[in-house]
């Protein structure tokens, strides 16, 4: 049953991980959609733009930061869809460290009953949480790609260091069944005193830190 009008949307994206934000803000200005002085402005008592996103910024779908929220607000939307028999792709990008909410396992079991392919879960499996690795503080998270499929899910392996690598297995669903693409990754990449070192999680670098970063990001063989 269709109820009302007839609308076309775009694809939605939500940003689970909320203290990734400044990655999507940094994409929204690149595309119009903030200011660059909004982005110039993050985090500062004068700004719009705040360590997490929330709904009511431009191009921010969901308010997020809450881990654990993200993938059950995208079933919502989906459900909503199905409602409204509206046609497009929901993104999440979540943690590894998040999955261990029960809210997301919970998603992972309804999505495919409620036949919702229209969901693409992206997670950032660095293997890292605050202080410590997630397979040693809670190895039965592992085998991720095994767990996902036992739910009903279309589940592929990526590159998340690699753009074509991600952007490929994305394109390879079948649109059969919700997919997770699980996303490898090494946290700090790029940056040899970053790599891996657990207090990056929290710490600002020093301004002399900050050059190290970009000369190394600039060119990877220094």
């Known amino acids: 049953m269709r109820f009302g009008k007839q609308v076309e949307i775009s694809d939605s994206f939500i940003m689970s991980k909320g203290h990734g934000a ?83 396992w919970e998603a992972m079991m309804v999505a495919p009953s409620f036949n919702l392919t229209n969901i693409v879960a992206v997670v950032d499996l660095n293997d890292r949480q605050s202080f410590a690795k997630t397979s040693e503080i809670h190895p039965n998270f592992y085998p991720l790609i095994s767990k996902g499929e036992s739910f009903g899910w279309e589940v592929i392996e990526v590159d998340g260091h690699n753009v074509h690598s991600i952007c490929n297995g994305i394109m390879s669903r079948s649109g059969n069944a919700p997919q997770l693409v699980v996303a490898k990754t090494i946290k700090g990449k790029g940056v040899s005193y970053m790599e891996d070192v657990p207090i990056w999680h929290y710490r600002s670098p020093s301004r002399h830190e900050y050059q190290m970063a970009l000369k190394e990001l600039k060119d990877p063989s220094t």
């Open 22 to 104: 400044i990655a999507q803000y940094v994409i929204l200005e690149e595309l119009g959609i903030l200011s660059e002085e909004d982005l110039n402005s993050y985090g500062s008592p004068d700004g719009v733009l705040g360590d997490h996103p929330y709904l009511g910024l431009p191009g921010i779908d969901a308010s997020s930061g809450s881990l654990g929220h993200g993938l059950p607000t995208a079933l919502g939307m989906a459900l909503s869809d199905q409602v409204f028999q509206l046609e497009r792709l929901i993104y999440v990008v979540m943690s590894d460290g998040e999955m261990q909410e029960g809210s997301v």
